[in-house]
């Protein structure tokens, strides 16, 4: 056992060197192998449940993408331009989540069962990201959500946090083409799903996520307002064909004319477990 756990290290050592020596893969195809393959959609596409026990059983690829992620320098990241940058951030992110609930994967329910009254999993420093220990916090919060860094409010589509509450894990990798397009289609896809966003034509209420109760000042500081994203009305207005289904109940989130609420959030695994998966 020693010796089969000695050879791994060894290899994934030797792959995020020779990963390093040709360039980094802006494509990610390591990651989106393994989304591809072990992310599995429902609800019409709006959802998602991860095969955490097939990633697990081809965990030496997670480990083998993670340390390509590592030996990038923070010299490096920084040649490299703005939307090269968030994409890594975001594939980071997901990538580590996925390993972090690997750790006590299958026993546990939600992330936060690997957290404590004193301690928070998504400030477990497990990691090295740019030449330092890092944990997930710090990607989102100390890195992606840095004033002037991005400044897009639409990365809390991207970023998920292994939870049923959260937008859907992609069953792709992001990629600097196809980055802006993603996003987007996060932002419809996320607000499609009735079960976390919807408006209750009866009470003319609009039920959201919790996320745009935590993060609604995000989507209030209008650096996306070119397309749509300038404060939180703007933000359901250009997306109330996925949140309504008559053109009544469209044109009253157009207008404006609703009451806002925020559903509790479901912070359950998202695991194809639940889904017979």
Same mark, same amino acid.
């Given at each position: 056992m020693k010796l089969r756990k000695l050879l791994l290290g060894l290899f994934l050592i030797a792959s995020a060197a020779l990963a390093h020596a040709q360039g980094f893969d802006h494509s990610h195809a390591a990651w989106h192998a393994l989304l591809a393959k072990? !992310? $599995? =959609?429902?609800?019409?596409?709006?959802? #998602?449940a !991860? @095969?955490?026990?097939?990633?697990?059983?081809?965990?030496?690829?997670?480990k083998a993408y993670l340390g390509t992620l590592t030996v990038v320098s923070e010299a490096d990241y920084g040649k490299w331009n703005k939307v090269q940058r968030l994409t890594f951030l975001i594939n980071a992110y997901n990538a580590f989540t996925v390993e972090l609930i690997l750790t006590?994967? =299958?026993?546990l329910e939600s992330i936060k069962d690997l957290g404590s009254v004193f301690s928070s999993p998504w400030k477990k420093k497990f990691f090295s990201l740019l030449g330092q220990e890092r944990n997930l916090d710090d990607i989102e919060h100390g890195l992606i959500r840095a004033p002037g860094a991005f400044d897009d409010p639409r990365i809390h589509v991207g970023v998920v946090c292994a939870s049923i509450g959260c937008p859907m894990l992609r069953p792709e990798a992001f990629t600097p083409e196809r980055l802006d397009a993603q996003l987007d289609d996060g932002m $419809?896809?996320?607000?499609? @799903? #009735? #079960?976390?966003?919807?408006? @209750?034509?009866? #009470?003319?209420?609009?039920?959201?996520s919790k996320i745009f109760d935590w993060y609604g000042k995000d989507f209030e500081k209008g650096h996306l307002a070119n397309k749509g994203y300038d404060t939180l009305k703007a933000t359901f207005a250009r997306h109330a064909?996925?949140?309504a289904t008559t053109p009544d109940a469209q044109a009253k989130i157009r207008a404006g004319d609703y009451k806002l609420d925020f559903l509790d959030y479901d912070w359950r695994l998202n695991d194809s477990r639940r889904r017979g998966g």
């Amino acid at each position: 056992m020693k010796l089969r756990k000695l050879l791994l290290g060894l290899f994934l050592i030797a792959s995020a060197a020779l990963a390093h020596a040709q360039g980094f893969d802006h494509s990610h195809a390591a990651w989106h192998a393994l989304l591809a393959k072990h !992310v $599995k =959609p429902f609800n019409n596409g709006n959802a #998602s449940a !991860v @095969d955490y026990t097939a990633i697990k059983a081809e965990h030496a690829a997670l480990k083998a993408y993670l340390g390509t992620l590592t030996v990038v320098s923070e010299a490096d990241y920084g040649k490299w331009n703005k939307v090269q940058r968030l994409t890594f951030l975001i594939n980071a992110y997901n990538a580590f989540t996925v390993e972090l609930i690997l750790t006590k994967y =299958p026993e546990l329910e939600s992330i936060k069962d690997l957290g404590s009254v004193f301690s928070s999993p998504w400030k477990k420093k497990f990691f090295s990201l740019l030449g330092q220990e890092r944990n997930l916090d710090d990607i989102e919060h100390g890195l992606i959500r840095a004033p002037g860094a991005f400044d897009d409010p639409r990365i809390h589509v991207g970023v998920v946090c292994a939870s049923i509450g959260c937008p859907m894990l992609r069953p792709e990798a992001f990629t600097p083409e196809r980055l802006d397009a993603q996003l987007d289609d996060g932002m $419809k896809r996320f607000l499609a @799903d #009735s #079960s976390r966003n919807r408006f @209750d034509a009866a #009470s003319g209420r609009l039920q959201v996520s919790k996320i745009f109760d935590w993060y609604g000042k995000d989507f209030e500081k209008g650096h996306l307002a070119n397309k749509g994203y300038d404060t939180l009305k703007a933000t359901f207005a250009r997306h109330a064909a996925q949140l309504a289904t008559t053109p009544d109940a469209q044109a009253k989130i157009r207008a404006g004319d609703y009451k806002l609420d925020f559903l509790d959030y479901d912070w359950r695994l998202n695991d194809s477990r639940r889904r017979g998966g």
